[in-house]
């Protein structure tokens, strides 16, 4: 009979064993002493009888890495986000085999995130649903067997606002508040780029009367767009004239600081809001104003929402 024995070292358990003359030692990482003991007698008849009774799949703190270099290859773009989503949750089960993982306890993380960290429930619904993701892959890829948060249900948040955007009055106090930077924010509001997008773009990507919008890599690799896919955007007139007065290219500075020149002229012109604010501005103008086609409903590179005629600005 071989016997097993339990190590324990810095919190985490070991499992030491001698078997043909040759000694192993696994870790099963920071679990209790009755779940270690659990795990010691289900090795040790493992090895006397043949019966495989110890975890079979990799930890949560392996799988997830490799799902993260998968998902930073695919989408470079979303990368940081997807990461963000599951960090909490390798700091707490990141030690252990993912068929260790209890319905009950995927539920109580759960529970913990939205009563003892106080996180909204569209937050936490985010996570849960990137989880499921996450090992629903591993299942596809034959990694793994099950999804340990199949069944958990993503909470569901209650809040629902209007999405805001600047009238023709706001944005005329916007270009007030700075004239030398009125000529950006008018193509901005008037073409819907981001400010990633914007930044470090030529006027040789105007060809007539349409913008073409590249993704072209960055020295981190990542896209200009957000989806990775170029598009072109028509310009009207009022994008047209912004054009002939800004420079070439149109904004050298990192993208932060095209934030932080916002910021400080909506300030100065009392409008609130953010940058991204501009993008919301590009849906009336062009899906009432210039345009009564489904095909502009993607030129700002997502699907909008016509708003009403009334709202348009200028």
Known sequence: MVKVTIFWRDGAAYLNWREGGKRSRVTIGRVSPLEAEGVRAGKEAELTRGV???????TVRDFLEAYLDWYKAEHPTTHGKATS??????????????????????ESYKTDRLTKDKVAPETVGKEV???????RRGVKWKELDFNPLEEAQAPHGVRSVAV???????????YRANPARA??????????????????????????????????PDEDGEGRTKSGKWREVPLNRYARWALRRLPDPLV?????????????????????????????????????????????????????????????PT
């Open 129 to 135: 649903r990137r989880l499921q993701a996450a090992f």
């Open 183 to 216: 000529a950006l924010w008018l193509l901005m509001a008037h073409t819907g780029l981001r400010r990633g997008e914007l930044v470090g773009l030529g006027k040789d990507s105007v060809a007539g009367r349409r913008l073409r919008v590249e993704s072209d």
């Open 252 to 312: 050298a500075v990192h993208k932060d600081t095209v934030s932080d020149w916002f910021a400080s002229d909506a300030k100065r012109a009392g409008i609130g809001g953010s940058l991204h604010r501009l993008r919301h501005t590009f849906a009336p103008i062009w899906s009432l104003r210039e345009c009564h086609c489904d095909g502009c409903r993607s030129w700002p590179g997502t699907l909008i929402t016509p708003r009403p005629r009334s709202t348009t």
């Open 52 to 58: 495989r009774i110890l975890p079979r799949l990799p």
């Open 164 to 174: 805001r955007f600047y009238d023709r009055a706001t944005m005329r106090k916007l």
């Open 85 to 106: 989503e599951v960090r909490l949750f390798i700091a707490r089960f990141g030690h252990r085999q993912i068929d260790t993982l209890r319905p009950m306890e995927m």
